[in-house]
């Protein structure tokens, strides 16, 4: 097995219950969950918007959740310090959207919160050479970003195990975070190619109760 680390659910927000979003943070919380995904989209680089650094804020106030905020964002330079400020425990830019990627990368580290790149479906590894041993964790979009609930595009499998081997050959501790039409069904395969934390939408908010779903991934994750 490539991963011996538990995998992680990252829930994402965006399929969550916008009118109770800290109650939905607070069931999350006693349903075992550590990680919580927000899905930032500002109508430029995705064709959809969602919510920005006074939403988190209000809600890091209510909740110790580690809030992992996926920046699907042009130019996000403009807003990391706000982002940091609002309460985010992680920070994750496109590579597509930023110009001068170690720059970013070392802004956020220097803001004091942990740093991660997510790459588009059709872009390279490639562009991670050097920056790798700066990320915290890599995301590998398995959708193209913009919206929940689209099909898993299958070339992102080959792409899990890829990245797994280029941290391991720049013996890096990078994790590997995959997004976008995760369920219990492809769980197994991802964790078994290396995956460190697994983002799910639509699969896991539909089935409440959260504590049977969260079980129902970590039992699927260990293959049982
Ligand atoms: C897509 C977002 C994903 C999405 C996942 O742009 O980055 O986090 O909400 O939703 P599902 O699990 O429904 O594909
Ligand atoms: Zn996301």
């Known amino acids: 097995m490539e991963n011996q680390r538990p995998v992680i659910i990252s829930p994402s927000l965006l399929a969550s219950d916008f009118t109770r979003l800290g109650q939905e943070l607070d069931d999350l919380e006693k349903a075992g969950i550590s990680w919580v995904h927000w899905d930032v989209m500002d109508g430029a680089f995705v064709p959809n918007i969602t919510f920005g650094p006074p939403v988190i804020s209000a809600c890091r106030k209510r909740s110790s959740l580690f809030f992992d905020v996926h920046l699907m964002i042009e130019n996000p330079d403009r807003y990391l310090d706000e982002f940091a400020k609002a309460g985010a425990d992680l920070l994750c830019v496109h590579a597509e959207a930023c110009l001068h990627l170690e720059r970013t990368v070392s802004e956020i580290a220097r803001l004091g919160i942990r740093p991660a790149v997510s790459l588009n479906?059709?872009?390279?590894?490639?562009?991670?050479?050097?920056?790798l041993p700066q990320l915290y964790m890599v995301l590998i979009m398995s959708v193209n970003p913009g919206f929940g609930g689209q099909s898993f595009i299958p070339f992102s499998m080959d792409k899990v195990s890829r990245l797994k081997k280029m941290i391991r050959e720049k013996d890096a501790d990078t994790l590997i975070q995959v997004d976008g039409g995760v369920t219990p069904d492809n769980t197994y395969e991802l964790v078994q190619r290396g995956a460190d934390i697994l983002v799910s939408g639509s699969a896991f908010f539909a089935y409440p109760p959260y504590r049977e779903r969260?079980?129902?991934?970590?039992?699927?994750?260990?293959g049982r």
């Open 121 to 131: 479906p059709h872009t390279s590894l490639n562009v991670l050479e050097y920056v």
């Open 214 to 222: 969260l079980e129902v991934f970590e039992n699927a994750a260990a």
